[in-house]
T-cell receptor, first 115, second 112 residues
Framework: GENVGLHLPTLSVQEGDNSIINCAYSNSASDYFIWYKQESGKGPQFIIDIRSNMDKRQGQRVTVLLNKTVKHLSLQIAATQPGDSAVYFCAENGYSGAGSYQLTFGKGTKLSVIP | DAEITQSPRHKITETGRQVTLACHQTWNHNNMFWYRQDLGHGLRLIHYSYGVQDTNKGEVSDGYSVSRSNTEDLPLTLESAASSQTSVYFC???????????FGPGTRLTVL
């Protein structure tokens, strides 16, 4: 939504620099993680995902790192561009009872790119 | 191109009225979800469906209902709108057997 970025942790980076956005997840049994990007007034957009049998996965300009020991996920954006300005949040799948697994979403980090 | 759409994009209603938000996807996904997004809470699951005639309650289902009569649509109904239901609502869909979800553009609902 339009106000989703208010009151969130903010990361400001210079255009062209690399960005690192962190996420701590809660469920040690989660085996699938997603990073989403949400621009103002738009819905969350899938960026990259990773399964728990991997430590690292790379996409175009983005890399996700998973540290299961400390339940930590990070998103690295190379050569950050003004179009990368958005709220980024992670999601983990977790058991929600009755044989069902659901995604649980973090509150997000607002990335601001300084031209 | 396949997509997921929501309508209306903005809605203002009064307390006590029934409201229905539409969600339509053309990916032929079995799984569909409704979330609300509020400051300080992130995305919270309202209802979800794993296929036609299947519906399940999520974390914040009180005051909401859904029905799944076909693969493409999962309308969300607020039986009697309350001011606490003022929020941005997102619909999402995903393929059977996968955890990935793809989101619609959202509906901003204001209950006066």
């Amino acid at each position: 939504g339009e106000n989703v970025g208010l009151h969130l942790p903010t990361l400001s980076v210079q255009e062209g620099d690399n960005s690192i956005i962190n996420c701590a997840y809660s469920n040690s049994a989660s085996d699938y993680f997603i990073w989403y990007k949400q621009e103002s007034g738009k819905g969350p957009q899938f960026i990259i995902d990773i399964r728990s049998n991997m430590d690292k996965r790379q996409g175009q300009r983005v890399t996700v790192l998973l540290n299961k020991t400390v339940k930590h996920l990070s998103l690295q954006i190379a050569a950050t561009q003004p179009g990368d300005s958005a709220v980024y949040f992670c999601a983990e799948n977790g058991y929600s009872g009755a044989g069902s697994y659901q995604l649980t979403f973090g509150k997000g980090t607002k990335l601001s790119v300084i031209p | 191109d396949a997509e997921i759409t929501q309508s209306p994009r903005h809605k203002i209603t009064e307390t006590g009225r029934q409201v229905t938000l539409a969600c339509h996807q053309t990916w032929n996904h079995n799984n569909m979800f409704w979330y609300r997004q509020d400051l300080g809470h992130g995305l919270r699951l309202i209802h979800y469906s794993y296929g036609v005639q299947d519906t399940n309650k999520g974390e914040v289902s009180d005051g909401y209902s859904v029905s799944r009569s076909n693969t493409e649509d999962l309308p969300l109904t607020l039986e009697s709108a309350a001011s606490s239901q003022t929020s941005v609502y997102f619909c999402a869909s995903g393929d059977r057997g996968t955890d990935t979800q793809y989101f619609g553009p959202g509906t901003r609902l204001t209950v006066l």
